[in-house]
Structures are given as C-alpha cells and as structure tokens.
C-alpha cells in the first residue's frame, strides 16, 4: 500500500487587529479552499467567508480550485477600505488648509 504524499504549506491571514500564519500539512492535490479550511483559520477570522475567495500565492491572486505544491504561501485577501492613492491625495488636501 502507497502512503499519500504529503507536502507543508502556509495559510496567511491579516485581518484589521492581528494577523495568522498557519502552516499545515496536507496530500498533495489538496486545492487551495481545502487547504484554507483544513488550517481551521476561518475559526480565528470568521469574517473570511465574506471576502468572496479573493486569494493568492505569493501575491497572485489565484483560483479557489488551483492545486497547491509545497512550500506555497496561500494568501487570504480583504478589501481596502479606501484606495491608497484617494487616502494620499485626502491627507495632501488636509495639510495644504
């Protein structure tokens, strides 16, 4: 009998007042919304589920169903609350008054 072959990835998380790196081990094949659910990180982060499966490895942003290699970084990400230019050219605005 085979055993499966596992390999370690890292699932990574910042929410708005701290942040979580997990790393597990999984089979090989394992996607990335299995792998996201086998960290357990939505136990810490509940407010996950809402972000709409915006995810990536190593900042490229990636399908949910996309097998993961070992040593792949999977990167949960949120939603900017105001574009980083728009809040540059607010604060420019605030100390030209």
Known sequence: ???????????AYAGNHKQAIIPIT??????????????????????????????GIFGKLIPL????????????YRSLKQDPKEARRKRSQKRQK
Request: hydrophobic share 45%; charged share 25%.
């Open 1 to 11: 009998m085979v055993k499966p072959q596992k390999i370690s990835v890292e699932v």
């Open 26 to 55: 999984i089979e090989r094949g394992t996607t990335v919304l299995q792998a996201i659910e086998q960290s357990q990180i939505l136990l810490f982060f509940p407010e996950i589920i809402a972000l709409e499966g915006h995810v």
């Open 65 to 76: 169903e996309t097998s993961l290699k070992e040593g792949d970084r999977i990167e949960i």
